[in-house]
T-cell receptor, first 111, second 116 residues
Framework: RKEVEQDPGPFNVPEGATVAFNCTYS??????FFWYRQDCRKEPKLLMS???SGNEDGRFTAQLNRASQYISLLIRDSKLSDSATYLC????????????FGAGTRLAVHP | DGGITQSPKYLFRKEGQNVTLSCEQN?????MYWYRQDPGQGLRLIYY???????QKGDIAEGYSVSREKKESFPLTVTSAQKNPTAFYLC???????????????FGPGTRLLVL
């Protein structure tokens, strides 16, 4: 079983739609959680950290469910510019700053 | 502007050849990392360095080597022992400090390595 699992998609949605991605992680000792965005053939960029209480940044909302070991990302009012691959990232406890990356969920927003 | 630079953007390797990928950062970050990304897979850690003159193997270090002689620089050498080197190579760094700030990693633009 992969340490971090995501639905690869693609999710094809029209502009203005609301779309949600889920991600599951296997290690219950995981400490920190992030969503990164990666455009085609570019480097990943931090979209937002995910806090236990849930957090929102404009049209983006992240939620964490530790009991079920999943993280979600909700995008409201989708824009064409939201088209990208969204990477779920988990930091496990212990030692150095090791991040485990999911393979990503691809989003395609169309006019 | 502070940031992470990687060069070259594209690199071609011949059979049996060692090649070196450059990674430089002027963010004053202590920790630096090398990842490999293959299509349909998550990033996999090759090597990391938490301070100058120290580095540790990641999950897929075989066929790779690194050095960390300066805080700003963390070059990666892909040796001839790496039998499947074609991939997108990403360098990252993270600041010192506590909590979320320390955990956030920032990436360079990447180098695409292709085997001739």
């Amino acid at each position: 079983r992969k340490e971090v699992e995501q639905d690869p998609g693609p999710f094809n949605v029209p502009e203005g739609a609301t779309v949600a991605f889920n991600c599951t992680y296997s290690n219950s000792a995981s400490q920190s959680f992030f969503w990164y965005r990666q455009d085609c053939r570019k480097e990943p960029k931090l979209l937002m950290s995910v806090y236990s209480s849930g957090n929102e940044d404009g049209r983006f909302t992240a939620q964490l469910n530790r009991a079920s070991q999943y993280i979600s990302l909700l995008i409201r009012d989708s824009k064409l510019s939201d088209s990208a691959t969204y990477l779920c990232v988990v930091r496990f406890s212990g030692g150095y700053n090791k991040l485990i990356f999911g393979a990503g969920t691809r989003l395609a927003v169309h006019p | 502007d502070g940031g992470i630079t990687q060069s070259p953007k594209y690199l071609f390797r011949k059979e049996g050849q060692n090649v070196t990928l450059s990674c430089e950062q002027n963010l004053n970050h202590d920790a630096m990392y090398w990842y490999r990304q293959d299509p349909g897979q998550g990033l996999r850690l090759i090597y990391y360095s938490q301070i100058v003159n120290d580095f540790q193997k990641g999950d897929i270090a075989e066929g790779y080597s690194v050095s960390r002689e300066k805080k700003e620089s963390f070059p990666l050498t892909v040796t001839s022992a790496q039998k499947n080197p074609t991939a997108f190579y990403l360098c990252a760094s993270s600041p010192s400090g506590q909590g979320q700030r320390k955990e956030t990693q920032y990436f360079g633009p990447g180098t695409r390595l292709l085997v001739l």
